[in-house]
């Protein structure tokens, strides 16, 4: 079954804006994987981030995570039409890697 | 991280046949997972496969409908069998590897895009 539940559904933003999204959760992780999803084709790894850690960037990425609201935040700035895609979170929630995903912001930047 | 492939990567299907999807990944790796992501859906796991062993089904899943092989580290097929409509979906294959990360980032193949008529 999913565990997270993300939100907003959808995000329509203009070229140059940031994006934010969220993920919440609903039991303790050892990790939570953020992707991206390009009209239904393969995920593209985004970033991990572990229980332990609080903030990560990659690029013009940023993401958080609140192990005590379980929850955590995708940040995308200064967004590009390239950025067009559905954003998925995944967390696992042992260490037999089985990821367990939430439903999906799709997110679309308007040039 | 990790170079997938999966074949095919879509097919259309009639009601009642089965179809083998396979995955093959540049190196080897102990685990393999098998996703589906019914349309508009986000990705549900089907099963996790190990060399040498019987595959592990998720909650839903059963190995008559679902049967996996995992003849070695770098290769593995899922087949639908006796498909429905309903069966219509994208099946993604993955992998977990070391990334930047760490050692349990986790890759996906492209996806094979099934459509059961």
Known sequence: SQQGEEDPQALSIQEGENATMNCSYKTSINNLQWYRQNSGRGLVHLILIRSNEREKHSGRLRVTLDTSKKSSSLLITASRAADTASYFCATAVSNDYKLSFGAGTTVTVRA | ?117
């Open chain 2, 1 to 117: 991280s990790a170079v997938i492939s999966q074949k095919p990567s879509r097919d259309i299907c009639q009601r009642g046949t089965s179809l083998t999807i396979q995955c093959q990944v540049d190196s080897q790796v102990t685990m393999m997972f098998w996703y589906r992501q019914q349309p508009g859906q986000s990705l549900t796991l089907i099963a996790t496969a190990n060399q040498g062993s019987e595959a592990t089904y998720e909650s839903g899943f059963v190995i008559d409908k679902f049967p996996i092989s995992r003849p070695n580290l770098t290769f593995s097929t899922l087949t639908v069998s006796n498909m429905s409509p309903e069966d219509s979906s994208i099946y993604l294959c993955s992998v977990e590897r070391e990334g930047p990360g760490g050692w349990d980032t986790q890759y996906f193949g492209p996806g094979t895009r099934l459509t059961v008529l």
